[in-house]
């Protein structure tokens, strides 16, 4: 229903804030570092969307001159076209740098900050006694959760935090060109997006995100028990556990 679709969001941004935000804290020894890697992330998105709306224009010209036969325009329009080529090439490039940099200090803050307290006052141990005591509410594979959960959960949220502030920076810059030519077009793609992306996210969101979390928890306890194999291999030789 609404009510507990709304509130699972909200359950769900507290504990993405209480994540994050000791990242950008002044707890976090590298926060300068990260803040002028976000700060240059968004500048260079915005960067991005004014590029890729003066392609569109470009285009357009240049599709007028071809169909005007005017060879001033179209010579005009292949060389604006090499020129913003010339600057957005390197403008993306140093654009994936600093998203692919910010994940890594992530990454590199939260496994330094879990394994601490991980190990603080025997915390593993605790961990295991209630694994044993509670097996289905239990916390599994929690050193390769922090191994591997950490970095897919930097690479998402970057990845998340680019794709949306990108592309609404870009549906803003496309809107008003759009604007200029069908306003009623707008309304309509406007409420085309919100229907689709609630619809995606009510129906579909809730499943995949049960079946996501079910194929981490296999496949890190296939990697625990490949892990176990080879410490165990002279064992299992020795018994021919192999064959079985």
Not at 66 to 74: E, G, H, S, V, Y
């Amino acid at each position: 229903s609404p009510p507990s679709y709304w509130r699972g969001v909200g359950v769900v941004s507290k504990r993405l804030y209480n994540l994050l935000a000791p990242f950008y804290s002044s707890e976090n020894e590298r926060r300068g570092k990260v803040l002028l890697l976000t700060a240059g992330m968004i500048v260079l998105l915005l960067m991005e969307s004014g590029i890729l709306v003066s392609f569109s224009y470009i285009q357009a010209d240049f599709a007028t001159a071809l169909t005007n036969k005017d060879r001033q325009a179209f010579y005009l329009g292949i060389f604006k076209y090499f020129c913003t080529i010339l600057v957005s090439a390197p403008l993306f490039a140093t654009s994936r740098y600093c998203q692919e940099r910010l994940a890594v200090e992530c990454r590199s803050y939260l496994t330094n900050r879990l394994c601490s307290r991980f190990f603080n006052a025997s915390a593993f141990f605790a961990l295991r006694l209630e694994a044993d005591a509670m097996a289905k509410k239990r916390i599994d594979n929690p050193d390769q959760r922090i191994a591997d959960d950490v970095k897919n959960f930097s690479a998402s949220c970057v990845s998340v935090l680019v794709v949306i502030f990108g592309k609404f920076v870009r549906v803003l810059s496309f809107l008003g060109v759009l604007y200029t030519i069908s306003p009623p077009l707008v309304g309509f793609i406007i409420a085309y997006c919100l229907l689709g992306t609630y619809m995606t996210g009510h129906w579909y969101g809730a499943k995949l995100k049960a079946l996501h979390f079910e194929a981490q928890r296999l496949e890190a306890n296939f990697r625990f028990g490949l892990v176990r194999v080879r410490e165990y291999a002279e064992e299992i030789a020795f018994y021919g556990g192999g064959d079985r």
